[in-house]
């Protein structure tokens, strides 16, 4: 086994490499990488893209990630801290901004954890914890927050007022299953006004079903 280090510079931050290689198997090898603080768009053209998610700027702090190669086949594990993550999300012709995203990410191979992170979507702020397996379809085990949810960001001033969600979000991207609890305040649809309420509902292939609900309107 061949070991070494590299020390340098990526966009002006610091990173450093290094670890072991078999020079006699050159697909068996050990890398451990470390930066402080990578701006992220120096490093989306490395990234597989994805035609309806952009990442557009951000930094990632503590970067740790250990990568491991055996007969061919690769394993990677570590942790990372972003901040300041903004970008847009295409949903068939309607765009989502994203900005000011900040949290913390856990990953072993395949299995991405998600802790602590904030984020707002069209300016509306929202929490989201839990696991993302990646693959052809992407696996959900994430809950969501948002306090107070202007509905106007999302439905083009066509229903105005304030949503508040507790959700969570299983199944697949493809196939997503949805669950949680809502609270409404001040909802207007064209002549069409509730004062205040609440309900659960879940959502899944295509389908909504809304329970234990109450609406006070006028």
Avoid: C
Wanted: glycine share 12%; net charge negative.
């Amino acid at each position: 086994m061949t070991k070494g280090a590299l020390n340098g510079l990526l966009d002006d931050h610091s990173i450093a490499v290094n670890g072991s290689i078999d020079m006699n198997k050159m697909d068996d090898f050990d890398l451990f990488v470390r930066a402080e603080s990578v701006d992220i768009s120096g490093i989306m053209n490395m990234v597989p893209s994805n035609k309806n998610l952009s990442i557009t700027s951000g930094i990632l702090h503590d970067v740790k990630a250990q990568i491991t190669g055996r007969d061919g086949k690769y394993s990677m594990s570590g942790n990372l801290a972003f901040d300041g993550l903004g970008g847009t999300y295409k949903n068939g012709s309607t765009t989502y901004q994203i900005g000011q995203g900040n949290g913390k990410i856990f990953f072993q191979n395949n299995t991405v954890l998600i802790s602590h992170s904030g984020w707002y979507v069209n300016d509306q702020a929202v929490k989201v914890n839990g696991l993302v397996t990646l693959g052809d379809e992407v696996g959900l085990n994430l809950n969501a927050v948002a306090d107070s949810v202007a509905l106007e960001a999302f439905t083009k001033n066509q229903i105005t007022g304030n949503v508040g969600a507790r959700v969570h979000i299983g199944g697949t991207s493809v196939n997503p299953y949805v669950s949680g609890s809502i609270k409404s305040n001040a909802i207007s649809y064209d002549s069409y006004h509730i004062d205040s309420g609440e309900a659960n509902f879940s959502y899944f292939d295509g389908t909504v079903d809304i329970h234990d609900a109450f609406v006070i309107h006028w």
